[in-house]
Each structure stands twice: as C-alpha cells, then as structure tokens.
C-alpha cells in the first residue's frame, strides 16, 4: 500500500471519528433523558400540528406504542404525507388525519363535533401546534394569530374535548410551552395587540398564556381523573422560526443553520419529553406542573396567579364563545378579600378582538390573509 493511500485512509479515519465523536456528544448533550417501555395499546391520542416537527415525531412516537393517533392539522396534503410515514415506520394502521385549523373557531368546533360523535375516547391530548413571530395577522375572528393560534384555539379545543378526556380516565392533557413564557406578560387593555404589537412579545404572551391556562385547567379538573401539565422540549431545530427574518437571511444560512445542527435537538429528541408527559405511569396523578428534560422546574410566578387565571379563563372563554366549562373551585380566603376587580367587572375595560383588527386605517372591513403553519409550538432558536 503506497504511502498516498495511507495518508488518505489516516485523513478518513480522523474525519470519521470526529464526525461521530461530534455527532455523540451533540445527542449526549441536547438530548432529555427518558427511556420507557410503557405501551399506549388501547389508547387514543391527538396531536394538534401532527404533520411536521415535533408533532409528527411525537405521534410516530405514540403510534409505535400502540395507540390509535388522530392527527389534527390545517395542511390536509401534509398531514396525509405524515400518517403515510407513521404507518409504514410503526406498522400500525390506526393513525388517522383530522382537519382542525386553529385559526378558525368554527374548524375546531366542526372538529370536535365530530370527534365527540365517533370516537368512543380520548385517553391523550397533545396541543402542540402554533406559530411563532410572525407578522401581525389575525385568526378568522379577528384575534391577534399567535394569540389565537397557540392559546385560543387550544382553549377551545380542550374545553370541547373534556367530556371526552372525563369519560376516559385517567386520561391528559399535553399543552407544550415555550420558557418565553417566563418573559410574557398580560395585558388585559391591549390583549389583542391592536395598540402596539411586537411579534416576539406577542409570542411571549401567547406562551404565557398557555402557561396560565395549564395551571388553571389542572385546578379546575381535580378530582376528575384528568390531568394537565405544560411541557417545554428544548432547544429543537424546527419549521417554527420561519418567520423570523435573521433565520432566513444569508448569513443565518451560511453561519448559524449549520452550527445549530451543534446546538438544537432534532425533533424526534424534543419530542421525548411531550412523550414522556403522554405516557409515563409516574405522571398519572401529578397536574398543573411544568416538565422540561423529563423532570418538574419552575413556572412563572404570574401563571400561579389565581385570579389572574381566573380572569384570563373568563376572557378566553368570552372571545371563544365557550358557554360551558369546568366549574373553578372557591377561591382561597384571602382573595375574597382583595381589592381587585373580579373578571366580570373588569370586562368593560378588556380589548376585544373586533375592536380594531377587522379594520383599516379608514374603517373598513379587511379580509386579512390568515398563514398558520401548524408545527411546533416549541422553542427554537428564541428560548433560553
């Protein structure tokens, strides 16, 4: 063997084990640590945003275990690519494409209508999907699209669903939430944005949001069987941040596409801790937690508000048209005593979502483009 070919063979050799060396430290690195057996057999599960990202890799996930999965999504072409995938990689034949736009209210209750009537059960319920720093637009009833996506439409979704996930217990609720939500903030006055909107803190709000409305569904279902808890999955690389205009410039491709391969999880990776929320045994009576690398952490101190739950419930459910929900249990002593104003009371002084984004600058009525992507309402390149 002359001395070249060696010197070529070494060159592989380096190259070889570098790349695989990076490859396990990155896995060993990003990646949660959860490993189960635990079997879904017998056992239905939606995931909203099921055709991409996090939500495709979390029902491929569940399929494999055993369970029948709806995929609920607005992209019905993408959504059927992703049940084709899921079957022939698990085997299992009950994976189901659901239509359900979470920019439309009359599309999730057209949805759940039709899940209450043919489904016998709900032993699972994934609200993954959502958008993430996109331009201003508007859900079909004119609330701000991150906003309406990533926590209206979920709310909306889950309440209509609840009976279904009450009959089936012990049964869950999986809302995945982003760490932003330790940076948002309510604002009651200008809910909807329609005084000033910044699409990272609109982000930040809707996850917050959802941070809320997971910590207030848990108090509201105990004793029911039926828990909720919030999961973050990490850093993870997916089709989320396509509206940021850095990640699609030229040196976002160039410079920081490649080097996130380094950085983020992959989505199967992100998707192991929405599963380990799905179908971890240990879970079964814990609710109203924040789970990120398959263990409990912090929430932020807003979303423990009572009566800031209490009054963001009531306004969700105004702006949904929600009449029926789960009772709130009676606020502890202290509250009752407090000098705030009570939801119903500070209603008056709300934003709605038909005060303003229904409109242009001289009044008249808009159609204004609707563009969901129904992936991952995770982190990406945004949380820290």
Sequence with gaps: MNSLMKKGLLA???VGTVVGGTVLLRDAG???KFSTDA??????????????????????????????????????????????????ETSNKYV?????????????RKFAEVFNKTEPRLDVLVNNAGVMRCPRLVTLEGIELQLGVNHMGHFLLTNLLLDKLKSSAPSRVVNLVSVAHRR????????????????????????LANMIFTVELARRLKGTGVTCNAVHPGLTATELSRHMSFYNSWLAAVVVKPLQWFVL???????????????????????????SECEGTTIAEEALNERLGARLWATSARWTGLTAGPSRPAPAESAQTSTESTPT????????????????????????????????????????
């Design 30 to 32: 990003t990646a949660p």
């Design 345 to 384: 009371e500070s209603a008056s002084t709300e934003s709605t979502p038909t005060e303003s984004t229904s409109t242009d600058s001289t009044g008249a009525a808009t159609d204004v483009p609707v563009d969901v992507t129904l992936a991952a309402a995770t982190v990406t390149s945004v949380a820290s």
């Design 96 to 108: 189901y494409c659901r239509h359900c736009d979470l920019a439309s209210q009359e599309s999730i």
């Design 265 to 291: 999880r992959t989505p199967a990776q992100g998707a192991t801790a929405v599963v380990y929320a799905a179908a971890e045994p240990s879970l079964s009576e814990r609710t109203g937690e924040y789970i």
């Design 184 to 207: 948002g903030a309510i604002d009651f006055k200008d809910l909807n944005s329609d005084k000033e909107y910044s699409p990272v803190e609109a982000y930040n709000n809707s996850q």
């Design 39 to 88: 079997r879904l057999d017998g056992r239905t599960v939606v995931v909203t945003g099921a055709n991409t990202g996090i939500g495709r890799e979390t029902a491929l996930d569940c399929a494999r275990r055993g369970a029948r999965v709806l995929l609920a999504c607005r992209d019905m072409t993408k959504c059927e690519e992703a049940r084709k995938f899921i079957v022939l």
């Design 12 to 14: 592989a050799s380096v």
